[in-house]
């Protein structure tokens, strides 16, 4: 116990000598899991047990780790050495009740219980056998009466068909979870927001993960453990193979709801996130004797982007520490040494939570934490070495006769395998924005002169240097987010227009910051016109009979990406960044798009390049090999996709009701390489915006003014340039297709209201809810699944209908504030006869 009488809770060490024993159990699913309530009954303190069985070749192996090595009888503990059962086999789940709020616990209380919570999104739960037994941390008791030091974290085995579908099964349930209400917000000790449901997903897809079942080790007389009886319930085994993933629209309704909760919980976390910045700051400064300067530069660097710069120190699990340009300068010494994890170093009691990759660089370190994360190790210092001092901007387009442009640096990766890849060691895929610009490769975005390609940069620059989500999903009439794309990395970004002069650039992106309200973004936009400056040329020809090979201006953009640190570059247009090249010629684009795809993973950005389509693909929307000349380009990118305007004579734009004389504009994604790609198109609406450079008189009233001057008039009211903003065109679709369900739940909201005409939302949802399933119209009983149900189909414009005695009523779901948390209400209008629809 500590001095204020909480009871303090230390991990256990990691597992580093002993043994590894199989235990084969068989029968029924009960008698299974019988035989498995003795195992467990009888463990020891240095007892645990893995669910799935050491690799074949003998029944007991002696425990190294992986840093050690392996020998004749040996084994370490990774996934690739307990992988899971082609067969039948034990799938545990592990719960931790102690970290729900509120709102996940009354949604549970609604539901009844976590096993009927289970069974509402995957009924197999129902039916299934289950062993159930309290986690040892939730068996500690105080003094004699015996007070539970934490809540009912506990844990749950099943026997499932086939273990290799765990995986697959555990991310479907989440997400279906998640989806029925079970979500909530975990805030880590750095600041960042994580969603959660029900039950660990991590540590219960993880076969090599070990279940600590054994009484815990107490060492305070105050102290007791209490009993923790194990729970066995009949049935049968519990299906995975029939849970479907979510569809595209529930995994875009899952998004909205964790974007929501986002919000939700983004004021505490900033404040824990700007206090864990402070206190990290403070320890760097005093054990390592740098500069607050450059210890906040690392602390913010490491928490942002997961990159740790050279100042930024590791903890080893031997007690030992070490700063990455340390382990950078000497990789063997530090290979496969376990350590804690870097941003949260007390995370799971600070031991075995990562590990340092140093074998082959780039080096990182692979942490376990919160479901797993990448950490680069000082990417420059690996890459660049012995570059020298970051110079201004404007000397870096100085020719350097010195170097030979042709000479690439770095060389391409190679790896051996000679056996089953570890997954753990794999780093999860990363993105600036999540699915359209994937960090370190290349995407190409196709269409016709005139459709908007710019703007749609300009667009993307401004949400990601500004790091606004908003600007890049929009919102609709609810505040909910329209697009389904994420922001995953906020920074500087590089626009290169080889077309437009730098003012026709500035127009456009002040245009944007007017719109969006964007007054100063977090990080700079470098505005780079090849019409009034230096133009780029990634690779040239020096003669007909000659290859193509890099010119100087792919050393002069890395340089650039280096000097500003930029995630995001823009390149505009495709047939601008070559000299002596064929367009038509799959050898050229192919070199060229190679070499941007090498530039962008050395310089780990994003490179976004801006492509003209053919005359005769102008309206190919979603078509990868939309692009004007050779086809090899689209093999090197990773994302594409094309804009194209919408006519409303495509089959699906059809249903829109909508012309070309709307100016909508319609992106499609034609390949998705590291992803699912969405079927669902963005739509946009170009709308010309002021600029802001007049005098602020009205352009009609500047008109009636000057009239005998149109250029007085024109700086009287200034320039206007386009801006795009997402439409949500499947409303118009839905409107078609769930009228009849928008007014039944209008109807069951008008009589609700009785002589009232307005009322708050929180008091009806449940009373509308509970009438909308008894005739059927959804069957959702969690609070968020009810009131999303109710403002989709209330939203916007409402519902007309007409009553019985011909009176013409409007029912609405609106907010009386633009704030996202702002309470919606329910409100009743009369309308004339003859306004009925």
Not at 44 to 52: H, L, V
Not at 95 to 118: M, N, Q, T, V
Not at 406 to 426: A, C, F, N, W, Y
Not at 430 to 443: H, I, K, N
């Amino acid at each position: 116990m500590d001095g204020t009488g909480g009871i303090k809770k230390e991990a256990a060490p990691g597992l580093y000598a002993g043994s590894f024993r199989k235990v084969r159990l068989e029968g029924t699913p009960k008698e299974v899991l019988g035989g498995l309530e003795a195992q467990l009954q009888s463990l020891t303190s240095k007892q645990a047990i893995i669910c799935a069985p050491p690799r074949v070749g003998r029944d007991e192996w002696q425990i190294t780790t992986a840093r050690q090595g392996l020998e004749e009888g040996y084994l370490s503990r990774t996934q690739e050495n307990f992988e899971a059962l082609n067969g039948p086999a034990i799938f545990g789940m592990d719960f931790d009740s102690a970290e729900f709020p509120e709102a996940l616990l009354g949604a549970l209380k609604e539901a009844g219980s976590i096993s009927h919570a289970l069974a509402s999104v995957h009924p197999s739960f129902g039916k299934a056998a289950f062993l159930r037994r309290n986690s040892a941390s939730a068996g500690v008791g105080v003094g004699v009466g015996g007070k539970k030091s934490l809540t009912s974290s506990h844990h749950r085995y099943y026997v499932v068909p086939d273990g290799r579908l765990i995986p697959e099964f555990v991310r479907n349930l989440a997400d279906r979870l998640m989806l029925a209400g079970f979500l909530y917000g975990k805030i880590t000790a750095s600041g960042h927001i994580l969603p959660r449901t029900l039950f660990d997903t991590f540590a219960s897809s993880d076969s090599s993960r070990l279940f600590y079942e054994a009484d815990p080790v107490l060492q305070d007389d105050k102290l007791r453990a209490l009993p923790r009886p194990c729970v066995v319930q009949d049935g049968g085994m519990l299906d995975l193979a029939s849970l479907p993933p979510l569809s595209a629209e529930e995994a875009f309704r899952l998004r909205v709801l964790v974007s929501e909760m986002e919000a939700d919980l983004a004021a505490p976390a900033k404040a824990i996130r700007a206090a864990y910045i402070e206190q990290r700051v403070a320890d760097l400064v005093a054990r390592r004797g740098i500069s607050p300067e450059s210890a906040r530069r690392s602390v913010q660097s490491a928490t942002e982007r997961h990159v740790l710069d050279e100042h930024f120190e590791i903890f080893f699990d031997d007690g030992s520490s070490a700063t990455v340009r340390e382990i950078i300068n000497d990789p063997t010494q530090f290979h496969r040494k376990s350590c804690a994890d870097p941003l949260e170093p007390d995370y799971g009691g600070g031991r075995a939570v990562a590990m340092v990759l140093a074998s082959t660089r780039p080096f990182v370190i692979n942490s376990f934490a919160h479901g797993g994360a990448r950490y680069d190790l000082a990417p420059q210092l690996q890459m660049f070495e012995d570059r020298e001092e970051a110079l201004p901007l404007e000397s870096l387009f100085r020719e350097r006769s010195e170097e030979d442009p042709s000479q690439h640096i770095g060389q391409p990766g190679l790896k051996v395998v000679t056996d089953r890849i570890e997954p753990k060691g794999i780093p999860p895929r990363e993105w600036v924005v999540f699915p359209r610009l994937p960090l370190g490769d290349v995407a190409q975005c196709v269409g016709e002169p005139g459709v908007s390609k710019s703007t749609l940069a300009l667009r993307d620059a401004l949400a990601v240097s500004s790091g606004s989500e908003p600007v890049l999903r929009g919102v609709d009439e609810t505040g909910a987010p329209i697009s389904p794309e994420r922001l995953h990395l906020a920074g500087p970004v590089i626009i290169y227009n080889a077309e437009d002069r730098l003012s026709e650039m500035e127009r456009r992106l002040a245009a944007s910051q007017r719109h969006f309200d964007v007054a100063k973004p977090k990080h700079p936009i470098i505005l780079w016109s090849g019409e009034d400056g230096t133009k780029l040329t990634i690779m040239q020809r020096d003669n007909d009979r000659s290859a193509m090979k890099r010119a100087p201006g792919a050393d002069l953009l890395e340089r650039i990406i280096d000097q500003y640190k930029a995630v995001l570059v823009v390149l505009d247009t495709q047939i601008s960044l070559t000299a002596g090249g064929h367009e038509n010629s799959n050898d050229d684009q192919d070199a060229l798009l190679q070499e941007l795809a090498w530039i962008a993973a050395r310089s780990r950005c994003a490179i976004e390049v801006v492509h003209h389509t053919a005359k005769h693909t102008r309206n190919a929307a979603g078509d990868m090999g939309a692009g004007r000349g050779g086809f090899a380009a689209v093999g090197k990118v990773r994302s594409a996709f094309t804009l194209v305007n919408v006519t409303g004579e495509a089959e699906d734009e059809r249903a829109w009701g909508v012309s070309s004389a709307d100016g909508l504009i319609r992106l499609d994604y034609a390949k998705i390489s590291h992803d699912r790609k969405p079927s669902v198109p963005l739509v946009f609406k170009r709308m010309s915006v002021s600029v802001g450079n007049g005098c602020g008189v009205r352009p009609g009233a500047a008109g009636a003014l000057f009239d005998d001057d149109p250029r007085a008039a024109l700086q009287a009211a200034g320039d206007f340039a386009p801006v795009l903003d997402l439409v949500k065109i499947e409303a118009r679709t839905r409107k078609k297709v769930d009228g009849s369900k928008a007014e039944a739940i209008a109807r069951i909201a008008h009589d609700l209201l009785a002589e009232n005409n307005t009322l708050p939302l929180p008091g009806l949802w449940e009373a509308i809810g509970a009438r909308a399933r008894e005739q059927g119209i959804f069957e959702g009983k969690a609070r968020n699944v009810v009131v999303g149900e109710i403002t989709s189909a209330l939203g916007g414009g409402g519902v007309q209908f007409t009553l019985g005695s011909g009176q013409v009523v409007l029912i609405r779901a609106l907010k009386r504030s633009s704030a996202q948390t702002a309470c919606w209400y329910i409100d009743r209008s009369a309308k004339a006869e003859d306004g009925a629809q």
